[in-house]
């Protein structure tokens, strides 16, 4: 099956941690595409810092250069508050039957899933694969230890193998970005460069500062 993989986020803004995680899990996982979702309304976390059109373009610029990633636009364009069940429902449309279809999302988000938003139809719609940290320990009992040992894979290949429903734990060493302290260092008038992109940055200073 073609393998179609969704990355969403605030991206406020986005940074090199978010870019080298979609990329390392596009390579090394062999996955067709990875798409980008910046979120227009969060369901989970405070309003964003940044406009809903700024952090698209600024995500459209961060991915330009690079063929093995993209943007969809697809929740800054739907009014009100971006749920992922929503969000995939369209993708699963669009997409059709025939398509593995995959959430990325980090140990933080799968363990608070019970508290999305008609999380239960998520895993009818994409299969999950959860960006671990090294030594990141995960769900040890409740709900999410029964979800996990019931749909955990053991590798890529049975997320190609069918369209959703899996689970795959892929240990990673991520960056140590955030976008958190990306804006801290401008509230402070310090350069956040080398920590984010260069067409990123220059937007920031155009537009936003």
Known sequence: MKTVAIFGGTFDPIHFGHLR???????????????????????????????AIDRLRMVELAVAPEPELSCDPREIQREGVSYMADTLATLRDELGDQVSLILVVGMDSFLSLPSWHEWEEIPQLAHIIVAARPGASGPTQGIMERFLHAREATDIAELKASGFGRVLVQRMTPLAISSTHIRALIQQKLSPRYLLPESVWDYMERNLH
């Open 21 to 51: 995680t979609a990329l390392e899990l596009k390579q090394n996982l062999e996955l067709d595409e990875m798409r980008l979702v910046p979120c227009h309304v969060p369901a989970h976390r405070a309003k964003p810092h940044y406009s």
